[in-house]
């Protein structure tokens, strides 16, 4: 019954950074676990990053460690992710999601309740 809206990609420079924002409308997502995924045309949707609704424990995929930050605010069912150092290789579609099943983070079937997505194209 939630439904959740992704905003904030464009076109951006390598080297450059970008804020995506899902923000959750009906009932709120304060005590969900949330997820950021990216799939690029042809390929598998790919894990990006997560953030526990306990503590607000973030994961990240290892191609973004260092350059992504995960990060919710509950007053505004809003989550983000900040992208900074932008690499070609991180053009893709960018889906949030709610964490629904399973233990592990980097799953894309323990998901559901996907946004739309929002695109991001880093050009060199």
């Known amino acids: 019954q939630v439904q959740l809206v992704e905003s904030g990609g464009g076109v951006v420079q390598a080297g450059g950074s970008l804020r995506l924002s899902c923000a959750a409308s009906?009932?709120?997502?304060?005590?969900?676990?949330m997820g950021w995924f990216r799939q690029a045309p042809g390929k598998e949707r790919e894990f990006v990053a997560a953030i526990s609704w306990s503590r607000s424990n973030t994961y990240y995929a290892n191609s973004v460690k260092g350059r992504f930050t995960i990060s919710r605010d509950n007053a505004k069912n809003t989550v983000y992710l900040q992208m900074n150092s932008l690499l070609p290789e991180d053009t893709a579609v960018y889906y949030c999601?709610?964490?629904?099943?399973?233990?592990?983070?980097?799953?894309?079937?323990?998901?559901?309740?996907w946004g739309q997505g929002t695109q991001v194209t880093v050009s060199s």
């Open positions: 009906g009932r709120t997502f304060s005590s969900y676990d």
């Open positions: 999601a709610r964490k629904m099943y399973g233990s592990m983070w980097y799953t894309p079937t323990n998901y559901g309740n």
